[in-house]
């Protein structure tokens, strides 16, 4: 019975974290049209500069989230009270921490806010807004304990569907503001707003199914505790911060190289592609347990369900990229208009990264899902490293292209370096050019599908 139960939570946690991401897509299609026909693409790029610049602020926790959990799962399975609430008053403490450290940093960026998005309004009014990105960002930290409690006993379902919640509250209360009021400020205050009644809808439900857990008295953390929180927490500054400057800092040096009002065009396409790789992600981040479970239990199996998975991954990058590469043009059109229509060899940059982005995930889960974080704490900090100097460079020479070339070379060291070493050749204690053959004869195949693709299509154009 107890074996049935896990499967079926773990249904509902795949089924309902997909309907919420795919109905935070389409909400955020529908309200970046408005956006756009109330406010104009400067303020579009000015709204997707902000929200990345904010999206750093938000690892200001280093991984403190994830390691709690981790302890909370534990402490769960043991049923100790005690030790729930302990972890619970500690995380409580580092939020309130967490929420302070924001505001700080946010308070010593506003200084250079107005020369990050070029003088394109007042100070002042640059600085309003960047006050409710600040304050909204903070805000996503209060309240948070409590909810880690959901992750740690396996009911994800339930933040899926009160994020789902929140997706349909946000999407309408920013539409009905910009429609009746063209005001941006208004439209910042409806995104905070929502994000407040998440919180405290999270915070009540956590608090109403684990009352007598949370009515326990904490006792002292024990050392180890301690000294595994912290142990996590350092891999995670590691792989947080790297991963924020790999597949967060296109905007930044767009609008430090091109302009805000560049970023307003490729945010367009952005929130097409981090929707696709956010549905890919959950697909694979789901089975992680399982991969964990089969790891232990059936080592000598490992080796061959790894290739099942990167090939199951590679048929899913293919399309995923495929897909948007002939669809995204159209899409972009009836969608917005022509004019938002990005030039074909940015949208075959945006393409090829898109593939190595979806093919990362399930060499990624199974390193993940065996306990590889510390040891390739370093990858990371390399792969940024790769992609600022390249994407400088490139960009110097081939102009916005360059910026999404720089990309894709940070994202082919993890290919050609970081999954080899770290995946084949420790965990599955397999030659590293095993892996550089699988990915070469991969990408070799999805390259022959994209051209023939491309002829079709073209073909399909001219008799049409």
Known sequence: MK????????KRNILLALIANATLMLANFFTQRVFVDSLGVEFLGLNSLFS????????ADFGLGAAIVFHLYKALHEKSAEQVAS???????ACRIVSLIILGLGLILAIFIPRIADQMLPTGQLLLYWALFIFNAALSYSLVFRRSLLQADRHNYIISAVHTGYAVVICIAQITVLLTTHDYVWFLVAMVGSRLAENLALDYLARHRYAAMLAATPVALPAPVKKDIRQRMRASVFHNSAAYVVLGSDNLLISLLFGVSAVGYYANYYVIINALQTLTSQAFSSIAAHIGHFSLKYPERLLDATRRLIDLNTVVA????????????????????????????IVLAL???????CARFAPMTVMTANGVVYQNRFVPIAEAVINIVASLAFAACFGLVGIFIGTICSNLFLHLYSFPKYLFELVLHRPRREYLRIFAWRLTIAVAVWLVLYHLVGLFNRLS
């Open 52 to 59: 990345s610049i904010t999206s750093v602020l938000l690892m």
């Open 351 to 357: 393409t090829f990264n898109l593939y190595l982005m």
């Open 3 to 10: 074996e049935l139960t896990s499967k079926a939570l773990l």
């Open 87 to 93: 972890l619970l008053k500690f995380y409580q403490k």
């Open 318 to 345: 293919i399309f995923v990229a495929c897909g948007f590469y002939f669809l995204s043009r159209p899409f972009i059109t009836i969608w917005l208009g022509g004019d938002f229509v990005l030039a074909n060899s």
